[in-house]
C-alpha cells in the first residue's frame, strides 16, 4: 500500500474496489447486508459514509475520514485494544474480515478482492455532485436496473427517506438544495469527466 495515497482526516474520499478477477463479491441478497453491517461496525467509527452502491462484482464508497477517533468508540476491531488508531488498518480489517466469511460460507479459497483498495481525493464541492450520481447511477450504467430508484443496494433510497439513517444525509441534500432537486438530477444524465 505504499504507493496508495494516505486517508488523511478531515477529507472525503471515492473509495473503490472490485472481485478478484473481475468475480463477484456478492453471491446472494444476505451477503449485501453482511457487507453493510461490517462496513459499520468496522468503520464508523473512523469515517462517516455520504453515498454507497453494491454491485455483484464491486463496490463504490464516499466517505469523510473523521477528524478525531476515540478508542472507546470502537465496538467492532480485530483485535480487543488496538496498539493504534489507524483508518487504514480498519479498512484492512474490514475487508479481510468480509473475504475471510465469504470464503468460509462458500468453501472457496484465495482473494476475494482484486488488490488494495483504490482511493481518490474529493476536492471540490462540484466533484462530490458529480461522484455522488456517479455512485447512484452504477446499476443503470451496468444495466442492473433502468432507473436508480428501483435498484435496493445503494444509498439514493436512504437519501429520500425520512427512516432513521447513519448516512450524512442532511449533508448530500444540502449539496443538491434539497430532496426534490437531487431527484431531479437524479433523473438525468450529468457528464462524468474529470472523476478518473
Request: charged share 20%.
Amino acid at each position: 500500500m505504499a504507493d496508495k495515497q494516505l486517508l488523511e482526516p478531515g477529507n472525503y474520499y471515492h473509495i473503490y474496489n472490485r472481485g478478484n478477477n473481475g468475480q463477484d463479491i456478492f453471491f446472494e441478497n444476505a451477503n449485501y447486508n453482511f457487507f453493510l453491517n461490517r462496513l459499520d461496525q468496522y468503520l464508523s467509527p473512523f469515517c462517516d459514509v455520504v453515498a454507497w452502491v453494491l454491485m455483484k462484482n464491486h463496490f463504490h464508497l464516499l466517505i469523510f475520514v473523521k477528524e478525531e477517533v476515540s478508542v472507546n468508540q470502537l465496538s467492532y476491531t480485530a483485535t480487543q485494544s488496538p496498539k493504534k488508531i489507524d483508518v487504514h488498518l480498519q479498512f484492512g480489517h474490514f475487508f479481510n474480515s468480509y473475504a475471510k466469511a465469504i470464503n468460509k460460507k462458500y468453501a472457496r479459497t484465495g482473494s476475494l478482492f482484486e488488490k488494495n483498495f483504490e482511493r481518490k481525493p474529493v476536492l471540490s464541492e462540484e466533484y462530490l455532485v458529480k461522484l455522488i450520481h456517479y455512485i447512484h447511477h452504477n446499476p443503470v450504467r451496468h444495466g442492473f436496473t433502468e432507473h436508480v430508484w428501483d435498484y435496493p443496494w445503494s444509498s439514493y433510497g436512504s437519501i429520500v427517506s425520512k427512516k432513521p439513517t447513519k448516512l450524512k444525509r442532511e449533508f448530500v441534500l444540502n449539496l443538491f438544495d434539497d430532496v426534490e432537486n437531487f431527484v431531479a438530477v437524479h433523473r438525468k444524465e450529468i457528464d462524468y469527466s474529470g472523476l478518473f
